[in-house]
């Protein structure tokens, strides 16, 4: 298959890939996430933000109720129902027809979700749960499947690896064969290395020099790597709303191995440095 004919499928929502990097703008409706826990912690302010990612050129959001950020505890069902649905359904509101992922591991929230307005389940624990993956499979959504090791509260207690490149996207083709055999096809999958989820800066660095080979599992790449503590290692910077240029740095590089998404907070800067790092790296499509 070439990139040209590559899509990623979600519900009625056909992404063509390959022509351009696709962006998915952040939304979170926490009270502790790491970057901008507590920014937008109701529903009106959540929709508002965004509507104004959508305005700045994301391609789609992606509405997140848990925090899963090294040291989080997990969040009650209810409560996480209580953060998502009904920002889900005030954007599907003010932005009809708008591409909408929730970032959860739990099926009550993925189908309460899709039933609000959602296309995607962003599933950090890449569909563990195998009624998320029916779920999954019964609607027709998206899925992103990402690597983790351990749980978000230990995950960055001394992570290791024999080979950290080999043993994700071992994983990962495991989790694509349980995701096919559960009844969704190949062309609705997304993978997501999973930076900063159980992992060293060394082996952020290697994965996202080894987008390439991820691409080759035949699924969308997605590649989150987001105002993550590896960039403020790297960079110095402690306050993680001030990791603008690693993050556009990583954008970048991510688009120049071949991911086909990023999922970013800065959305109208990554465009704009997308715009001009596709046209330098990207063959331009029919």
């Excluded at 979170?28 to 965004?50: I, K, L, Q, R, W």
């Excluded at 569909?127 to 230990?154: F, N, Q, S, Y």
């Amino acid at each position: 298959m070439t990139d040209g004919a590559r899509v990623w499928v979600c519900r009625d929502e056909t992404f063509t890939l390959g022509g351009r990097t696709l962006v998915m703008g952040i939304v979170n409706v926490t009270p502790d996430s790491f970057s901008d826990g507590a920014m937008f912690a109701n529903a009106e302010e959540a929709v508002g933000h965004g509507a104004r990612l959508l305005d700045e050129g994301a391609d789609l959001v992606d509405v997140g109720g848990e925090s899963t950020r090294p040291g989080s505890d997990p969040v009650e069902v209810d409560e996480e129902l209580r953060r998502v649905v009904p920002v889900i359904e005030g954007l599907a509101k003010a932005r009809p027809g708008t591409p909408i992922s929730v970032d959860t591991r739990k099926p009550e929230v993925a189908i309460a979700a899709l039933d609000a307005g959602a296309c995607v389940v962003n599933d950090i624990t890449a569909g563990r749960d195998a009624r998320l993956l029916e779920i999954v499979a019964r609607t027709g959504a998206g899925i992103v499947l990402m690597h983790m090791l351990g749980e978000p509260k230990t995950m960055q207690d001394d992570p290791r690896y024999d080979d950290v490149v080999a043993e994700v996207n071992e994983f990962l083709r495991e989790r694509i064969e349980a995701a096919v055999f559960a009844g969704i096809p190949e062309e609705r999958v997304c993978v997501d290395p999973g930076i900063g989820f159980g992992k060293t800066v060394e082996h952020n660095l290697a994965l996202l020099r080894a987008v390439p080979a991820l691409r080759m599992l035949g699924a969308a790449v997605m590649v989150g790597a987001s105002r993550k503590g590896f960039i403020g290692t790297l960079t110095g910077v402690e306050d993680p709303a001030a990791r603008l240029e690693g993050s556009l740095a990583v954008a970048v590089l991510a688009a120049a191995h071949g991911a086909d998404l990023v999922r970013v907070h800065d959305v109208e800067a990554t465009v704009r440095v997308l715009k001009v790092a596709d046209a330098v790296v990207r063959e331009p499509q029919p």
